[in-house]
């Protein structure tokens, strides 16, 4: 007898076509390489979420989607192995009713964000979710000298206690984390938050020292909305991208 959890229950073809497509987008999008992962809560069932087994995110297919439960344990592993930091995403659906989507990234404009005192700043209405402030994981304070990877319950849940409401946290000489309240917002957030971090570095560089006319909070807020809804369209076009090229 298996003592593996049991199934939240079916999904439909083209919830893991989806979620297989969003690995792909990721990588052509420059946010992940070979490293890095997406997943998205059970339709129906909100104690259960999918993600690929370990690989390289531009290769999954649909065929490479496991189920696990919120302590994320494989439903349907089937011998297929598990990424380490798999306790990033179960961590945070425990903790986030309102999360759906979830990815983890070494997205390298990103990354010196978490290394030094510097404020990512919304530097343009795609990147509005920013506006609020990001918050930084650091694993060592609390563990000490580590390999750096949130590979178990007790990290998840010290790198929860720092993401909190927010979207977006930085993660320490490791990476970042990007949410969503649909697959294709969490999609939307990991994308923009590397293209506003790129155009930062850029604006710093051209700035020499003077004032940067970035967004406020409040613009923040009023340019959340309108964001939504581009999200969807950047997901059609990037969704479409995948479709050509995989026929699923």
């Not at 659906?93 to 404020?119: N, T």
């Not at 509005?128 to 609390?142: Q, R």
């Amino acid at each position: 007898m298996s003592d593996a959890p049991k199934s939240g229950g079916p999904v439909t073809e083209e919830f893991l076509a989806n979620l297989a497509a969003a690995s792909r987008i990721l990588a052509a999008q420059g946010v992940v390489d070979a490293f890095g992962h997406i997943s998205h809560r059970h339709p129906d069932n909100p104690d259960r979420y999918f993600m690929s087994k370990s690989m390289a995110p531009a290769l999954v297919s649909p065929d490479d989607i496991i189920e696990y439960d919120l302590e994320s344990e494989p439903c349907n592993a089937d011998g297929r192995g598990s990424f380490l930091e798999r306790f990033i995403h179960g961590g945070i659906y425990k903790a986030r009713p309102d999360v759906q989507s979830v990815v983890h990234s070494h997205s390298p404009s990103v990354i010196p964000f978490g290394l030094v005192d510097e404020k990512m700043c919304a530097m343009f209405h795609n990147a509005a979710f920013v506006a609020a402030g990001v918050p930084v994981f650091d694993i060592s304070e609390k563990f000490g000298a580590t390999d750096m990877l949130v590979s178990d319950h007790a990290k998840s849940d010290a790198f929860n206690e720092i993401l909190g409401d927010k979207d977006i946290a930085w993660m320490r000489a490791h990476g970042s984390v990007a949410c969503g309240t649909t697959i294709q917002e969490a999609v939307f957030h990991a994308v923009y938050t590397e293209v506003n971090a790129r155009i930062q570095h850029w604006t710093q560089a051209l700035s020499n020292g003077r004032p940067i006319a970035a967004l406020s909070e409040e613009e923040g807020v009023l340019a959340h909305g309108p964001n939504q809804g581009a999200a969807l369209r950047a997901w059609d076009l990037w969704r479409r991208e995948i479709r050509e090229q995989t026929n699923w």
